[in-house]
């Protein structure tokens, strides 16, 4: 059973920068992907950032892309989501997530980290 477990949330001030960490305990395998997903409060939940065991890297929206970065450390098992310019609508649960080895399919997800971002 693969545990995740997420640290680095916090409340900001629009234009700040966070860095979001991930861990990744109890598994015999490297995921095939690790991501983050956000859930802001009445909203369905959305897919951030994600990065494969091959370093293919892929952004839920263009506003991510130039923002944010996602990287990960295979040998380690974490996965990590620096934010940049952080906006009032970037204010969310943030959830690290990861898949099995093969497949691309989210099974394993964290707790969820609260970020807060204020204008």
């Known amino acids: 059973q693969v545990q995740l477990v997420e640290s680095g949330g916090g409340l900001v001030q629009a234009g700040d920068s966070l860095r979001l960490s991930c861990a990744a305990s109890g598994r015999t395998f490297i995921p095939s992907l690790m991501g983050w997903f956000r859930r802001a409060p009445g909203k369905e939940r959305e897919f951030v950032a994600s990065?494969?065991?091959?370093?293919?890297?892929?952004y839920g929206s263009d506003s991510m892309k130039g923002r944010f970065t996602i990287s990960r450390d295979n040998a380690k098992g974490t996965v990590y989501l620096q934010m940049n310019s952080l906006r009032p609508e970037d204010t969310a649960v943030y959830y690290c997530a990861a898949t099995g080895a093969t497949m691309n399919t989210y099974n394993y997800w964290g707790q969820g980290t609260q970020v807060t971002v204020s204008s």
């Open positions: 990065a494969s065991r091959s370093a293919g890297i892929t």
